[in-house]
C-alpha cells in the first residue's frame, strides 16, 4: 500500500507519512543527484579537445623542426622534446575522451609517434649497415626526410578531419 515508498536516493523503504516535500534532507539529495548527473553530463558531452589540439601542434612543430632545422633531417621527427610530450599528453588524455570523436584522434596520433619512431629506427639501421658500401650515406638523410614528410602529412590529414569535428581519418 502507500504506507512504504522508496526514495530516489537510498533504496531503503520510509512511510509516506515521514516524507515532507521541501524538507532540507529532501532538497539536498535532489540537488546533489542533480548535480551529479550534470557533472556526468558534462564529463560526457565536453571531450578533451584542447588537449588534442595542443597534441596536434606540438606534433607539427616536432614534425617541422625535424625537416628544417640547420638544413639537417634529425633522427626520429616525433623523438624530441615536442613529440615526446605530445604523445604523453595524448595518452593521458585518451582515457578522458573515451567514447567521443576525439579518441579516435589520439589513437591516430599515438600510432604516428610510434610509426615514426619504428621506420626511422629501420633507415637508421639500414643506412648505418648500407654506410660501409657509401649508399647509407644517401639513404640515412633521405630516408628520414621521407619519415618526416609522412608525419607533416599525418598531422595534415589528421587536423584536417580534427577541424570538421570528425573521427579521424580512415
Given at each position: 500500500?502507500?504506507?512504504?515508498?522508496?526514495?530516489?536516493?537510498?533504496?531503503?523503504?520510509?512511510?509516506?507519512?515521514?516524507?515532507?516535500?521541501?524538507?532540507?534532507?529532501?532538497?539536498?539529495?535532489?540537488?546533489?543527484?542533480?548535480?551529479?548527473?550534470?557533472?556526468?553530463?558534462?564529463?560526457?558531452?565536453?571531450?578533451?579537445?584542447?588537449?588534442?589540439?595542443?597534441?596536434?601542434?606540438?606534433?607539427?612543430?616536432?614534425?617541422?623542426?625535424?625537416?628544417?632545422?640547420?638544413?639537417?633531417?634529425?633522427?626520429?621527427?616525433?623523438v624530441?622534446?615536442?613529440?615526446?610530450?605530445?604523445?604523453?599528453?595524448?595518452?593521458?588524455?585518451?582515457?578522458?575522451?573515451?567514447?567521443?570523436?576525439?579518441?579516435?584522434?589520439?589513437?591516430?596520433?599515438?600510432?604516428?609517434?610510434?610509426?615514426?619512431?619504428?621506420?626511422?629506427?629501420?633507415?637508421?639501421?639500414?643506412?648505418?649497415?648500407?654506410?660501409?658500401?657509401?649508399?647509407?650515406?644517401?639513404?640515412?638523410?633521405?630516408?628520414?626526410?621521407?619519415?618526416?614528410?609522412?608525419?607533416?602529412?599525418r598531422?595534415?590529414?589528421?587536423?584536417?578531419?580534427?577541424?570538421?569535428?570528425?573521427p579521424?581519418?580512415?
Amino acid at each position: 500500500s502507500s504506507s512504504a515508498i522508496a526514495t530516489a536516493s537510498s533504496c531503503r523503504p520510509v512511510r509516506a507519512s515521514n516524507i515532507v516535500i521541501g524538507t532540507p534532507v529532501f532538497r539536498r539529495n535532489a540537488f546533489s543527484m542533480k548535480s551529479k548527473g550534470r557533472r556526468l553530463a558534462s564529463r560526457i558531452s565536453s571531450p578533451p579537445i584542447t588537449a588534442a589540439l595542443i597534441v596536434y601542434a606540438l606534433f607539427a612543430i616536432a614534425a617541422i623542426s625535424g625537416v628544417v632545422s640547420s638544413g639537417l633531417v634529425t633522427f626520429a621527427p616525433l623523438v624530441v622534446i615536442a613529440g615526446i610530450v605530445g604523445v604523453i599528453v595524448a595518452y593521458v588524455k585518451r582515457g578522458e575522451a573515451q567514447g567521443t570523436w576525439v579518441a579516435s584522434h589520439f589513437d591516430w596520433l599515438i600510432a604516428t609517434f610510434w610509426w615514426s619512431l619504428l621506420w626511422s629506427l629501420i633507415v637508421v639501421v639500414v643506412g648505418g649497415i648500407l654506410i660501409l658500401v657509401l649508399v647509407g650515406l644517401i639513404i640515412i638523410p633521405v630516408g628520414l626526410a621521407i619519415v618526416s614528410i609522412w608525419v607533416i602529412y599525418r598531422v595534415v590529414r589528421g587536423y584536417l578531419a580534427f577541424n570538421r569535428s570528425e573521427p579521424r581519418p580512415g
